[in-house]
């Protein structure tokens, strides 16, 4: 596990951050931003800089643009903690030995969250194989 402390540095930025992306040159970049501004990040990536993107809330379209940058190191991760990762294998195990399952998925959140239903959501689907 690494700690905030073993960080050269941590920006936090709502946007873009492509400026600082140049001026850094950092190994990695976790983005937690929006959609839009992942968008404007990924464009100014260098090919040595990994790029977590933990946002969600994408439209189909900009999934499959991002989808482009397999050339860069991107892994897209719409909820990067441990516990609902556990969950999802789960999830996928258990759509295994019961595929026929009725499956519901009922999530709550603030009542400002942008994107619902969420990615976790959605990906906790996909692991049923529904919508």
């Known amino acids: 596990m690494i700690k905030p402390d073993e960080f050269d540095f941590v920006v936090e930025s709502k946007e873009f951050i492509g400026e600082l992306v140049n001026w850094f040159e950092p190994d990695v970049v976790v983005d937690?931003?929006?959609?839009?501004?992942?968008?404007?990040?990924?464009?100014t990536l260098r090919k040595e800089t990994a790029y977590i993107i933990a946002t969600t809330g994408f439209t189909d379209v900009q999934i499959n643009k991002i989808k482009e940058y397999e050339h860069l190191k991107v892994l897209y991760a719409p909820n990067i903690s441990d516990g609902i990762n556990l969950v999802i294998k789960a999830c996928e195990l258990f759509n295994k030995i019961w595929n026929n399952a009725?499956?519901?998925?009922?999530?709550?959140?603030?009542?400002?969250?942008?994107?619902?239903?969420?990615?976790?959501?959605?990906?906790?689907?996909?692991?049923?194989?529904?919508?």
């Open 102 to 131: 009725d499956v519901e998925i009922i999530e709550q959140h603030f009542k400002d969250k942008r994107d619902l239903p969420s990615g976790t959501a959605k990906k906790i689907a996909k692991a049923f194989n529904a919508d």
């Open 32 to 43: 937690f931003t929006t959609p839009d501004a992942v968008m404007l990040n990924i464009n």
